[in-house]
């Protein structure tokens, strides 16, 4: 093999230190991005060894390479994942999984406040959990709520609320709550929380049973619910482990080069989550497993322990996290790790059997580039608005990088100029904010823009990038005179119809999302528009009202359809009827 030139005079600078190295195309875009604890060693090999699959094209794309040398390779993959999460290059896997299990936060200083959050990061709260989603910890949630007399306003109001006429709050808004009282509180909330909660339960048995005698079965069938709640958490409770350990198992699969990572999560010793992540394998397996484990638990919490059963990714991992990393051989927890081997090798099965395999995206935007006449567009944006009649007008950008959808890089817009009606005028508008606020910034532009609209559309695109000296290829998704997608339109006139099924459904998917995005967010404002006009002028009706009314109805047709009896379980009555009068007078 012949090496070019400036390609061998990176590596004879490679040192045997370790690092992160960034692989650059003829364009100068980063393609790959690896760590490595000995650069020379470990990049060199690249281009000195034979390669063959997603390996061999990646050489062959390469035009040279940069080092970072870093201080140790714990330090190498943090640089590693942050660059990995700012270029998003095509040939690094990425793990589709931003889930952050929910806890239960309980505050520690002042009033007894309970929240919930996505990590344990802010250390004024004692944490709770996780829980399996946060269906489950708001139930948790709102159980205790029901049970202690905990602080349930955000913010502290200058009035009692209707918890506290309900016995539910210790009312600090008008009460000076001491330590001890809190305190105590406190504890016997923990206490519920670890799970000890019978007597708690035997307490609300008695009032029910009480309650009964009293033939008051309003406050009976409440206590019931209490009841039932208590049971309902504790029969999820015993599905538990063998001890009352936080781990997550690993196992791996792989065929036809594609790899299976299977994790089983438990905490407390109970199973909490299953999860298989399924991608095109790239290089060797175990450093692959290494690398994804790694970036798992680059947003993920680290349990106590981790199992897998690999010699080599035990050893690459164990001075890379603060956990007992770790292998068995027999026992109940072995027993464990086949079940993570055969949810890996299964959802191979399901990949490969449900012919529903995703096409190669990287092939279709090459082939989609092809088509246009520019370089292969890997980062793609695309923008829509939206408005009803010229109200609330909005518009939306969102991004596409590789072919999977990125909502970190989504954006909103408010419509500022006065001319809500005039679409062009609002493209104008939105691509000017958005790109020179990128230029100023020095952001990373994308490779194509499309307008979800035809020539138009593309000439109000085109004209504002002209005006802000950004140069972007900007395209237009047209339709026929069936008012269906059919191709593409440039700033010429000149159509390109997709023929490429596969192509045509990515573009398709790109363009039901934008226009998903800019409708949610248009219907958001406009019923927000609505609500506050709604509740303009009702006398009694203050902030801390509309809040308590805007959690109990969602939606503007569910409060107008509310009875007067019902909002007066919300409002006083007097201000209950002023709202239903102004609900029902249009």
């Given amino acids: 093999m012949i090496i070019k030139e400036r390609l061998q005079s990176c590596i004879d600078n490679l040192k045997h230190l370790p690092g992160v190295y960034l692989m650059h195309d003829k ?326 059997l449900s012919a529903r395999l995703d096409d190669d995206k990287l092939a279709l935007l090459e082939e989609l580039g092809n088509i246009l006449g520019i370089k292969t567009p890997l980062y793609i944006d695309l923008f829509d608005n939206s408005h009803l009649q010229g109200s609330s007008p909005v518009g939306a950008k969102i991004t596409f990088i590789n072919g999977e959808p990125n909502k970190k890089l989504y954006r909103k817009f408010h419509i500022e100029h006065d001319e809500a009606r005039d679409d062009l005028k609002s493209m104008n508008e939105v691509v000017t904010r958005h790109y020179l606020r990128s230029k100023n910034e020095n952001k990373q532009m994308p490779d194509l823009l499309l307008t979800d609209g035809g020539l138009i559309q593309v000439e109000a695109a085109t004209e504002a990038l002209k005006n802000i000296e950004v140069d972007i290829p900007v395209f237009g998704l047209y339709k026929n005179d069936k008012h269906q997608t059919e191709g593409l339109v440039d700033i010429n006139g000149n159509t390109y119809p997709i023929n490429n099924k596969a192509l045509f459904f990515l573009l398709t998917r790109m363009q039901d999302e934008v226009h998903r995005f800019a409708i949610t967010f248009h219907r958001e404002q406009r019923l927000k528009k609505q609500t506050e006009s709604i509740f303009d002028n009702i006398e009694g009706l203050g902030k801390k009202r509309r809040e308590m009314i805007e959690k109990a109805y969602s939606d503007i047709s569910l409060l107008k359809e509310a009875s007067l009896e019902e909002l007066k379980q919300i409002l006083p009555e007097p201000v209950a009827l002023n709202l239903f009068n102004k609900l029902h007078s249009s």
């Fill in 27 to 352: 364009d100068d875009k980063i393609i790959y991005i690896g760590k490595a604890k000995d650069l020379q060693k470990r990049v060199a090999q690249y281009f000195l060894r034979p390669q063959v699959g997603k390996v061999l094209k990646m050489r062959e794309s390469v035009e040279y390479f940069e080092t970072i040398i870093t201080s140790n390779e714990k330090e190498a993959l943090v640089l590693e994942m942050n660059l990995i999460q700012e270029h998003y290059p095509r040939y690094n896997i990425l793990l589709k999984d931003d889930k952050h299990y929910p806890y239960i936060a309980l505050r520690k200083d002042g009033d007894a406040y309970l929240q919930i959050k996505r990590n344990k990061k802010d250390s004024h709260y004692d944490y709770f959990g996780p829980f399996p989603n946060s269906t489950s910890a708001y139930n948790f949630v709102d159980l205790i709520n029901k049970i202690y007399p905990t602080r349930k306003c955000r913010n502290i109001p200058s009035t009692p609320c209707l918890y506290y006429h309900m016995g539910n709050c210790l009312a600090p808004c008008i009460n000076k709550i001491d330590d001890e009282t809190n305190n105590k509180l406190k504890e016997e909330i923990k206490s519920f929380l670890r799970g000890n909660n019978l007597d708690v339960r035997r307490d609300y048995e008695k009032k029910m049973i009480e309650a009964s005698n009293n033939l008051d079965f309003e406050n009976a069938k409440e206590y019931k619910e209490i009841i039932d709640a208590i049971d309902h958490i504790n029969a999820s409770q015993n599905v538990e482990t063998y001890d009352k350990k936080d781990r997550d198992i690993f196992a791996y699969s792989i065929r036809n080069d594609y790899l299976s990572l299977a994790i089983l999560i438990y905490r407390k010793g109970r199973l909490l989550d299953k999860k298989v992540f399924i991608n095109e394998l790239f290089g060797e397996a175990e450093e692959e497993v290494s690398d994804l484990i790694l970036q798992y638990y680059n947003s993920h919490d680290v349990p106590n322990e981790i199992i897998i059963n690999s010699t080599s990714i035990v050893e690459s991992l164990k001075d890379l996290i603060d956990a007992n990393v770790m292998e068995v051989s027999k026992g109940k927890i072995h027993d464990l790790v086949l079940v993570a081997k055969e949810n890996a090798s299964n959802g191979l099965d399901e990949y490969f």
